[in-house]
């Protein structure tokens, strides 16, 4: 008859399972046992376990697995029912075996198997990153020359080639220790040191948020709409939210819509704080006017006539105005007035 002996822990699941190969079954500590089991609290040959058809202290003429102790000092419990040593008793597979501090299950050929169950989400494998190996090192070097163009961009040649490579050099080494970091979390979490998944991920919105801070300033001014820069921090905040989120999937990827919403939560609270911050400046969320402007020749929308402009400065004299009032009621009353 085949059967398989399950060692359970405290709350019924198989730790191990050994297969019954033949008839009877010692059970014990010592090396000739057919089940070694490493408990302190067993005999050497603790237990004989039969399949007959002998009458037993439960049962009469039962036909099935026979449990019988052999002399030892703690003998067992069946069903939490105390077995002497020297004595028999059946063991129905519905009924747990306790020796010493071990708890065992038998399972027969005889009994029905259960259905098999369908798998939750959370016990399927989850899917590591892949892609092709040059993918990271080219999207490095994407990001190297966009650092090094805003880098030309912004100085006026008078920046020495130290200064240029400080530049580029400076958050290439913030991206790897940000990439070290969330590696480390997922080594902790997933035993897998991610690296290379962190470092994809942080490249790619930075990259992505780089190219939008550049292309944003130069639509505004092609097609003369400024308002388009209030979109800045708009964007900003959301792909820093989405990089977050991004990175937290590769630690907890069960948890991927519980970690949307919180982040999501704190992104909006962060964008209703800085608005509520703003609203005393002469904008929300992006300034009304450029600091700087491309070259003419990429302006597509039809120039504005002089004195068109002249009004429009005009108009601006007394929001300026009402905001400098404002700012000096508020140096006032902060209680450094000089006397």
Known sequence: MDAVIEIVDRDGHCRETHKVRAWPLRI???????????????????????????????????TGPVLELLPSHNGGWLDGHRIAAGSRAAWPSSALLQLGTTRLRLRTSLDPLPAEKPMNRADEPVRRDARPSWALPALLAVWALLLWGSNWAANDGSATWVDT??????????????????????????????????????????????????????????????????????????????????????????ASRRLAVGIGAMCVVGLVLTVGRRTEQQYWL???????????????????????????????????????AKRNDQAGGSGDNEE
């Open 286 to 324: 992006g300034p009304n006017y450029m600091a700087t402007l491309p070259p003419p020749a990429l302006r597509i929308a039809t120039p504005q006539p002089v004195d068109s402009f002249i009004d429009g400065m005009a108009r601006l004299e007394a929001p300026l105005l009402k905001q400098a």
């Open 165 to 254: 490579v400080s530049a580029l050099l400076a958050p290439v080494g913030v991206a790897l220790i940000w990439a070290a970091l969330w590696a480390l979390v997922t080594q902790l979490f997933r035993h897998w040191f991610a690296f290379g998944a962190h470092l994809w991920r942080a490249l790619v919105a930075t990259v992505a948020m780089q190219l939008f801070d550049l292309l944003l300033p130069l639509m505004a001014y092609m097609f003369n709409l400024p308002r388009l820069l209030a979109l800045e921090t708009l964007v900003m905040s959301v792909g820093a939210a989405l990089l977050l989120w991004w990175h937290a999937t590769v630690v907890w990827p069960r």
């Open 28 to 62: 014990g500590r010592s090396p000739d046992c057919d089940l070694v089991l490493a408990d302190p609290h067993l005999a050497g040959a603790h237990a004989l376990l039969h399949w007959d058809d002998a009458g037993t202290d439960t049962a009469q003429a039962a």
